[in-house]
């Protein structure tokens, strides 16, 4: 059972990872319709996120009350319902309305089921899952680019993916029994992981702020890399539009490539040398990017950010009942995933206003900064956890 269960997890993931890429294809057919300036994508964006870092913080009193299951089937059920409402939306008021219970679901199972799998599977699961999370982030712009193609029809493009996320929620629907025939054990360990803490008293404890410093700065760079990476080898590299486009996409290989292969090797790489290989491979990264090398060596480093920053994400989170204790785990993996979001809303458009001001050359000293921010809340967090006694290499 328990094995159907992490098999209908890994295809939530997938779901997980639907809508956060399938807006971006979209918009620029919508917002023509609409009648709305290209920057009123903003509007959507930041309530999705505002969405998901409340839902995120509200995870562990919700979890207490209705149990992991509950939440995920509830929380599938919003986003395919805010999907369809995406492809229903006749004007931007609607789109609006429709984003936030898009990003309630999607943090909700970010919160509950990313401390599920910390307490009940092993690392190489952690990893496993932001792959099929990949998946999905990968699926459905690229089935929403050949609905375009065929039909440029953008509403038929939410629809195909509303029906591939209403299969996921049946599907957690189905599965409700397989999670009450766990052992007694694991469903008390869940319930005391699910324990309330108040946020004023998580936010006392210096390691958690640090764990939450090193997400901003993982995540930062993951979607600052995102955002404005094609952007960067046009205009400071001086590349084709379409060949950048296609150069780009070595980034999201090397996040998969590196999640799949630290879940591999996580039976002879603990999570913490996981970690600090990734930055290692991050910081040489970036500095090929500083070098004024020809322009293929500037892909490869994308590549290569992706490789490193891949793992870090996944390994943090498994690590988190480790780092706080299985009583405080759901309480701090929801903090930490609404700290990981809000870098993710802040830190690209903090890049695109400097790079308005001083230039696309900047980009690889921004991400620079993002990871000094992110190895030294990582080396500030090791020392708070060894005095601890909770932390293991």
Sequence with gaps: MATILLVVIYLVFIGLGL????????WPAIYPEFNVPVSYAN???????CGTVISSLASARVIHRFGTAVVTMVSTAMTAVALLGFSLSGS?????????????GAGAIDAALNNYIALHYKAAHMNFIACFYGIGITASPFLMSLILGEQNNWRGGYRAVFFIQLAVTLLTILSLPLWGKRRQSAVQEEDASSHSVPLRK????PSLCFACLTFVGSCAIEFTCNTWGSTFLVQAKGMSVDHAAQLITFYYVGM??????????????????????????????????????????SAAALFLIGLGNGPLFPNLAYLTPQNFGTELSQSAM????????????????????????????????????????????????????????????
Excluded: H
């Design 202 to 205: 998580l936010l006392r404890m």
């Design 19 to 26: 809508p956060d890429s399938v807006f971006g294809t979209a």
């Design 256 to 297: 998969t490539l590196g999640r799949f292969l630290a879940g591999v090797l996580s039976t002879k790489v603990t999570g913490w040398r996981m970690i600090r290989i990734g930055q290692a491979i991050i910081l040489a990264a970036i500095v090929i990017l500083l070098l004024p090398l020809p322009m293929a060596f």
């Design 92 to 104: 931007m008021g609607w789109l609006c309305l429709f984003a936030l219970p898009l990003g309630l």
């Design 43 to 49: 509007f959507v964006t930041v309530i999705i996120s």
């Design 334 to 393: 929801g903090v930490q995933m609404a700290a990981a979001n809000l870098g993710i809303l802040f830190m690209p458009p903090l890049f695109g206003f400097l790079a308005q001001l001083f230039g696309l050359s900047l980009f690889p000293i921004y991400l620079l900064g993002l990871f000094l921010l992110m190895a030294c809340s990582t080396t500030c967090l090791i020392r708070r956890l060894k005095k601890e006694g909770r932390y293991k290499i």
